[in-house]
């Protein structure tokens, strides 16, 4: 590999073990923050003084598994509300950790039921609102729950829906479901017996338009829509006379969020997402806050939270080569308040620049993609596709570890926000029905060639890398274009499309029609053949170059057998293949000794076959559940 000057190398550790501090909320009192860090490499909950926030210690003491990335404040401020599953399985339960430091109380059933938080309502201070699925494993029913007792009462049995909107008076104003065509329908009950349509959203518009909120009177409801538009804007919409008012849009991407004031629930800003983050005043009031941020932040802004009152605002200063840095905005100084960095070790090493480009795919599509290089590299360079999963996700600016890591090892890392990917309105999200494997793939390898063409990437070192989707888009990309690409690394993909449907979960198969019109219909012959000659699975015969496959042993998103049908047709046809399985990890790699060895085994293999630096893998194996199933000697070192 051709450097001007080698780059020191920033141990991965530096990148993914667990951060300092992460989700900082502050209570609707303003007197306490509550934010997740590790304790022993597992993220637990913590709490601080919101003038004192070294003085922090911890609320919980997991040591298995990290909790959830979902904080909650009760609005009586006492407890704070988390989710955790505890192997991997996506089984969350809810629990309620009180302030004083006592013990955690389970709210819902610990072992084999998936819940959700509903609604919190400052009306119910001392209850909230759980959807849990113990009964039906389809479909989730409504309960209250007291914070004192535990005690759960029905409130809502569904044999029939997907979701509820809820209000701050814990009525259930409106319920979901999919239609057969994969349209959103809408159903309330005016009579309080039947229930009956309150609106469909098309198909065209199910990816962009969600209701967020009743206000607290109960009278508007608002939304961020779609319909008769293609960038989504924040809607408010009277519930009685059904006329809309747009509070807020962008020319260039959807509304994203809403930030909602706490008392009213009525959106005080909203924030839309194209290269960079932009937010919009919708109350007056709030401009004066927005400029404020612009003269104080040199980065991005992401609003955590807000207290009661909504004078005291939790930010998230999000820069492309500084960790993440939380602080406290006082609106009536006007003064943000530093509170501390997401790592702070890191904020000290050399990190480089991430730089958004707009590429133009083959048929004109504008792509968003974001491009990290290393400082010292001659060009071309090395280069890894670094591929989102989802797919109806999207990639952001901002410091991304997995970047970061790469460029340091000197290969140039280009992220990809293809066809599919949200955000950029529901044209561009529509684009990809039915083209998984299809224009989805050559959107990426469009981006390669821009690469190439720019004198970026070296065209005979290129990897494809990615989890979930992205590894379906790896291994579509070593079977597709087998010469493309000198390696391919594959976590958790599918590959074989059809046996992926059939064995999604049951709380999943409610919203299937949606997946039979984005992906194919797996319901006919014709539809059958569709996604079978789209699935990596039909074509392993044709990979020619080196291929990483990695998997969790609970996932039960991307179960297991997709991994090993792969790996085990490769070996049939004699092509070369490494597997490795973490038996105690779900749809991605949590554990900290499980994402050390994962590192240390994406990077060995990525040394091998595109020329960049490594780290001594030293003592990064030990403490995982890392099995190599097959290929070991293909990866030296490992």
């Known amino acids: 590999m051709q450097l001007k000057e ?17 989700l900082v909320a502050i209570s609707p009192c303003g007197h306490w923050i509550a934010f997740l860090a590790p304790v022993n490499g597992v993220y637990n909950l913590w709490l601080a003084s919101t003038e004192d926030p070294q003085s922090a210690r911890p609320l919980t ?12 404040w009760t609005y009586n401020s006492r407890h704070i509300l988390i989710s955790r599953d505890k192997v991997g399985d996506e089984t969350f339960c809810i629990l309620s950790v009180p302030i004083d430091g006592t013990d955690p109380r389970y709210l819902t059933p610990t072992h084999g039921v998936r819940a ?6 400052r009306k119910h201070p001392d209850e909230i609102l759980i ?9 989730f029913d409504l309960y209250k729950v007291s ?4 005690h759960s009462q029905l409130i809502e049995q569904n044999d029939q829906f997907s979701g509820f ?3 701050s008076d814990f009525n259930v104003r409106l319920v979901r479901r999919y239609t057969d065509d994969g349209e959103v329908e809408f159903l309330h009950r005016p009579n309080g017996k039947e229930w009956q349509r309150y609106t469909l959203i098309p198909f065209e518009d199910s990816l962009t338009t969600k209701p967020i909120e009743f206000s607290v009177d109960g009278q508007t409801l608002f939304w961020i829509d779609s319909r008769e538009r293609d960038k989504a804007a924040a809607v408010a919409e009277d519930f009685q006379t059904r006329t809309s008012t747009v509070l807020a849009e962008d020319p260039q991407a959807d509304i994203s969020d809403l930030l909602l004031h706490p008392h009213t629930h009525h959106p005080i800003a909203a924030t839309a997402t194209f290269a960079r983050s932009n937010w919009t005043a919708i109350d007056p009031q709030f401009e004066s806050v927005l400029a404020s941020f612009k003269k104080q932040f040199s980065g991005d802004i992401e609003v955590n939270s807000l207290s009661e009152d909504a004078e005291k605002l939790i930010l998230t200063h999000v820069q492309d080569s500084v960790p993440l840095e939380f602080y406290c905005y006082d609106r009536s100084a006007e003064k943000s308040t530093f509170l501390f960095s997401c790592q702070p070790e890191l904020a000290k090493r050399p990190l480089t620049s991430m730089s958004p480009m707009e590429i133009k795919a083959r048929d004109g599509l504008n792509l968003v993609c974001y491009l990290s290089q290393p400082p010292n590299a001659e060009k071309p360079c090395p280069m890894v596709l670094l591929v989102h999963g989802g797919p109806w996700w999207r990639d952001f600016w901002g410091l991304s570890p997995t970047h970061q890591w790469l460029a340091n090892r000197g290969y140039a890392v280009l992220s990809v926000n293809f066809r599919g990917s949200t955000g950029f309105g529901k044209a561009f999200v529509n684009a990809s029905n039915k083209e998984w494997g299809g224009k989805m793939q050559t959107d990426l390898l469009d981006a390669v060639d821009w690469a190439i063409e720019e004198g970026i990437a070296d065209p005979d070192r290129v990897a494809i890398m990615g989890g979930s989707y ?8 070593v079977t597709q274009t087998p010469r493309k690409f000198a390696c391919g690394i594959d976590l958790v993909g599918i590959s074989n499309l059809i046996s992926f449907l059939d064995a999604l979960p049951e709380y999943t198969k409610s919203g299937k029609s949606i997946l039979k019109t984005r992906l194919g219909d797996f319901t006919t012959e014709e539809g059958c053949a569709f996604l079978k000659e789209r699935s990596p699975l039909t074509h392993v015969e044709k990979i020619e170059k080196p291929l990483l496959i990695v998997q969790g042993g609970k996932d039960v998103r991307v179960k297991p057998p997709e991994s090993e049908q792969i790996v085990s047709a490769m070996q049939d046809h004699g092509i070369p293949v490494t597997y490795g399985l973490f038996p105690d990890e779900g749809h991605g790699i949590q554990k900290m000794h499980n994402r050390r060895a994962y590192h240390a085994m994406v990077e060995l293999f990525l040394a091998k076959h595109l020329g960049g630096q490594q780290e001594a893998v030293g003592t990064d194996l030990e403490g ?11 990866i030296n070192g490992l």
């Open 624 to 634: 995982s559940s890392l099995q190599i199933l097959a290929g070991r000697d293909l």
């Open 6 to 22: 080698r780059t020191r190398l920033i141990s991965s550790k530096a990148f993914f073990d667990p951060v300092e501090r992460a």
């Open 470 to 477: 992205g590894g379906f888009a790896a291994l579509t990309g």
């Open 116 to 121: 959700y938080l509903q609604e919190v309502s």
């Open 61 to 72: 003491n997991f040591e298995d598994r990290h909790i959830g990335f979902t904080i909650h």
């Open 131 to 139: 959807a849990h699925n113990e009964r039906s494993a389809k479909y």
């Open 165 to 167: 909107v809820t209000d």
């Open 147 to 150: 914070l004192t007792t535990g």
